[in-house]
């Protein structure tokens, strides 16, 4: 007897991939497309209606409040503020895992940040200008180089390297331990 693909194998399948991953409703349905392809390959009985049927299910975990792409956007978002990622590279880290350019800006300016605040976040993380503990200036254009390429403006890239580490550490009240700030 050959085993069909049905909805209820596919929420199934929805179902243990959200518990194991969060995702966005594009993540999610790449999957299940995926998943319908190898069932049709391992000799599974696919019907026509298949992409209906992953849009079924995908619209029954939305109703359900399972999937929402608003609430993945912020809990990516903040990760990747944490990162020191600049305004433009979150959204556009959003737009790559699947969620709408309306729920990506959304998200980004839900949370109170400018991309100055992110430079320095990311000059901390990385021990870039003064955190580097030696000479500084020898390595003064590399550090630019490596905040252009992180996605900043030389004018920030440049105020973000001439604070003192001093400053840095005020805009964020704490000290620095491996990547995880605590109150010092």
Same mark, same amino acid.
């Given at each position: 007897?050959?085993?069909?693909?049905?909805?209820?194998?596919?929420?199934? &399948?929805? /179902?243990?991939?959200? =518990?194991?991953? +969060?995702?966005?409703? #594009?993540? *999610? %349905? $790449?999957? @299940?497309?995926? !998943?319908?392809?190898?069932?049709?390959?391992?000799?599974?009985?696919?019907?026509?209606?298949?992409?209906?049927?992953?849009?079924?299910?995908?619209?029954? &975990?939305? /109703?359900?409040?399972? =999937?929402?792409? +608003?609430?993945?956007? #912020?809990? *990516? %978002? $903040?990760? @990747?503020?944490? !990162?020191?990622?600049?305004?433009?590279?979150?959204?556009?880290?959003?737009?790559?895992?699947?969620?709408?350019?309306?729920?990506?800006?959304?998200?980004?300016?839900?949370?109170?940040?400018?991309?100055?605040? +992110?430079?320095?976040?990311?000059?901390?993380?990385?021990? @870039?200008?003064?955190?580097?503990?030696?000479?500084?200036?020898?390595?003064?254009?590399?550090?630019?180089?490596?905040?252009?390429?992180?996605?900043?403006?030389?004018?920030?890239?440049?105020?973000?390297?001439?604070?003192?580490?001093?400053?840095?550490?005020?805009?964020?009240?704490?000290?620095?331990?491996?990547?995880?700030?605590?109150?010092?």
């Amino acid at each position: 007897m050959v085993k069909t693909v049905s909805e209820q194998y596919l929420r199934t &399948l929805a /179902e243990y991939y959200l =518990l194991r991953w +969060a995702a966005s409703t #594009a993540k *999610l %349905q $790449k999957y @299940l497309e995926r !998943r319908v392809k190898i069932a049709a390959e391992k000799g599974r009985m696919v019907p026509e209606d298949a992409p209906q049927l992953i849009q079924n299910v995908i619209a029954q &975990l939305k /109703e359900s409040g399972v =999937l929402d792409d +608003a609430v993945y956007a #912020a809990s *990516l %978002q $903040k990760k @990747l503020q944490a !990162r020191g990622y600049p305004q433009q590279k979150q959204r556009q880290a959003l737009r790559n895992k699947g969620i709408s350019a309306e729920d990506a800006t959304t998200a980004v300016a839900a949370v109170e940040s400018d991309d100055f605040t +992110a430079a320095c976040l990311y000059v901390r993380k990385r021990k @870039l200008g003064r955190y580097r503990g030696f000479d500084a200036q020898e390595y003064a254009q590399k550090d630019l180089s490596a905040l252009a390429r992180q996605g900043f403006s030389y004018a920030q890239a440049k105020r973000a390297l001439t604070l003192a580490a001093e400053e840095i550490d005020e805009i964020y009240g704490g000290t620095m331990m491996g990547s995880v700030f605590y109150e010092g």
